[in-house]
């Protein structure tokens, strides 16, 4: 079975200033997907970023992008300029690949919760 | 209707009560999730389904079933709660063409007493 651990269950930061996530998995698959879901206090998760482990490069989303480590079964996640909106809890999550549509089940870490200081 | 709903936003419910948590999608997702959610615990899976008529374990299905009578529905039912069973519940959505990214609902809060 996969697993996923998130080893800051909290962080804060000031408004503008850069932090990295920390997210380990283990997997005996090759090719998978991963995922950083994002909660703000409104409980409503909401997808911050995607990779496919067949990619080699990192993928970004504005000002949130990943460190995706293969070999050392690591992603974190980056926020730069960071901003009041992105306080919340972060939550990183590993999904298998496709074999058979609708058995793409998440597995999720046990979240770290951000806090953005004014 | 834009996306999922769940109904209701919260309940409190004594314990040995039978209850149904509603999820409604009206993006025509062929798979639909359960999840709950627990303090240091992240989200666990409950049940699955793949497409309506259909339905799957997940990591902690014990006193819960579900049922996919159609594409747009997917409840959950407690047949006899527990304290245990005190969480927050999210359903979610997903669709081959989206790249599997799964869609959450807003989420029941459910307190057994």
């Known amino acids: 079975a996969q697993t996923v651990t998130q080893s800051q269950p909290e962080m804060s930061v000031q408004e503008a200033e850069t932090v990295t996530l920390s997210c380990t998995y283990d997997?005996?698959?090759?090719?998978?997907?991963l995922f950083w879901y994002k909660q703000p206090p409104s409980r409503q998760m909401i997808l911050v970023i995607r990779?496919?482990?067949?990619?080699?490069q990192n993928a970004t989303e504005n000002r949130f992008s990943v460190n995706f480590q293969k070999a050392a079964k690591s992603f974190s996640l980056k926020i730069s300029d960071s901003q009041l909106g992105d306080t919340a809890m972060y939550f990183c999550?590993?999904?298998?690949?496709?074999?058979?549509?609708?058995?793409?089940?998440?597995?999720f870490g046990t979240g770290t919760r951000l806090t953005i200081i004014p | 209707i834009a996306g999922i709903t769940q109904a209701p936003t919260s309940q409190i419910l004594a314990a040995g009560r039978r209850m149904t948590l509603r999820c409604t999608q009206d993006?025509?997702?062929?798979?639909m999730y359960w999840y709950r959610q627990d303090l240091g615990l992240g989200l666990r899976l409950i049940h699955y389904?793949?497409?309506?008529?259909?339905?799957g374990k997940g990591e902690v299905p014990d006193g819960y079933s579900v049922s996919r009578a159609n594409t747009d529905d997917f409840p959950l039912t407690l047949a006899s709660a527990v304290p245990s069973q005190t969480s927050v519940y999210f359903c979610?959505?997903?669709?081959?063409?989206?790249?599997?990214?799964?869609?959450f609902g807003p989420g029941t809060r459910l307190t057994v007493t």
């Open positions: 999550a590993f999904m298998n690949q496709i074999s058979n549509f609708g058995n793409e089940k998440l597995t």
């Open positions: 997997t005996s698959e090759s090719n998978y997907y």
């Open positions: 993006m025509r997702h062929n798979a």
């Open positions: 990779q496919e482990a067949y990619k080699q």
């Open positions: 979610a959505s997903s669709v081959r063409q989206t790249g599997y990214e799964q869609y």
């Open positions: 389904s793949n497409t309506a008529g259909t339905t």
